[in-house]
């Protein structure tokens, strides 16, 4: 069974390395350690790869809107004042056509800059698994904006905070995060980041389901918003994207 999951993942992991330009500067993490519970869709045409790399950047954008939160005041502040029926949507806290950065924006764009352009040391850091490039030879700079370019305009994606909460004042001790599986599956894997070290790292790779959203409190989902001018998502297997871990 291991065995199995292992090929998979590696098979999930390739896919996604060839179905966008990679630069040798842009690190690729893999997080080594596989968790028998975590289910892995079949690859079966080019609609599951594109399904892949779009779950893969909406975790990545969730795991680095966790760090922000969990360490910057102001732009927690932010967000408690935006957010509407748990949710506020992506375009809404990084606007690529407003000179004017938010404590949200300026946060998260230096956390993913810093992504492409450092190798992290995965016992320090255990990111989700594959950030994609935009460019052959391109600066780190120019892999966010591409990144950004294709999380906001080519594509609609609402963080949910299905727990509604977010402290304003004093640093949370820990934040979750994972996004939609674009199936039907009721988990997906996410990732854990604890305000202070633990267990030599400060983030821990977990199965997010309804329990652990239930126990744990401030929980951040990535998941793409139907819209039928420029996201219909119709390939992608999967009736209303609000019912995960919507209970």
């Known amino acids: 069974m291991m065995k199995s999951l292992t090929a998979l993942k590696t098979l999930a992991l390739v896919c996604l390395i060839f179905t966008?330009?990679?630069?040798?500067?842009?690190?690729?993490?893999?997080?080594?350690?596989i968790n028998s519970e975590k289910k892995v869709p079949e690859l079966t045409d080019k609609s599951s790869y594109d399904a892949l790399l779009f779950e893969g950047r909406m975790q990545w954008t969730a795991f680095?809107?966790?760090?922000v939160l969990l360490h910057n005041k102001n732009a927690r502040t932010e967000v408690t004042n935006m957010i509407s029926n748990k949710t506020i949507a992506l375009e809404d806290?990084?606007?690529?056509?407003?000179?004017?950065?938010?404590?949200?924006?300026?946060?998260?764009?230096?956390?993913?800059?810093e992504y492409y352009r450092y190798v992290r040391n995965p016992e320090e850091d255990r990111p989700p698994h594959g950030i994609s490039g935009c460019c052959t030879n391109g600066t780190a700079e120019?892999?966010?904006?591409?990144?950004?370019?294709?999380?906001?305009?080519?594509?609609?994606?609402?963080?949910?905070?299905?727990?509604?909460?977010?402290?304003?004042?004093?640093?949370?001790?820990?934040?979750?995060?994972?996004?939609?599986?674009?199936?039907?599956?009721?988990?997906?894997y996410g990732y854990i980041r604890?305000?202070?070290?633990?267990?030599?790292?400060?983030?821990?790779?977990?199965?997010?389901?309804?329990?652990?959203?239930?126990?744990?409190?401030?929980?951040i989902i990535a998941r793409p918003v139907r819209d039928t001018e420029r996201c219909e998502y119709r390939d992608i297997p999967v009736d209303d994207f609000t019912e995960f871990l919507n209970d």
């Open 93 to 113: 806290l990084i606007n690529t056509d407003d000179v004017t950065e938010t404590a949200f924006e300026q946060d998260f764009m230096y956390e993913l800059t």
């Open 64 to 67: 680095i809107a966790a760090k």
């Open 142 to 188: 120019e892999h966010a904006a591409a990144f950004v370019n294709y999380m906001v305009n080519m594509n609609c994606v609402e963080l949910y905070f299905p727990n509604y909460i977010i402290y304003a004042g004093n640093n949370p001790t820990e934040i979750s995060s994972t996004a939609h599986p674009l199936t039907e599956f009721d988990s997906n």
């Open 20 to 33: 966008s330009c990679q630069t040798d500067n842009v690190e690729i993490p893999i997080d080594n350690e």
């Open 194 to 219: 604890y305000a202070e070290l633990q267990s030599d790292s400060p983030t821990d790779e977990v199965i997010v389901n309804q329990n652990y959203v239930d126990t744990h409190h401030i929980m």
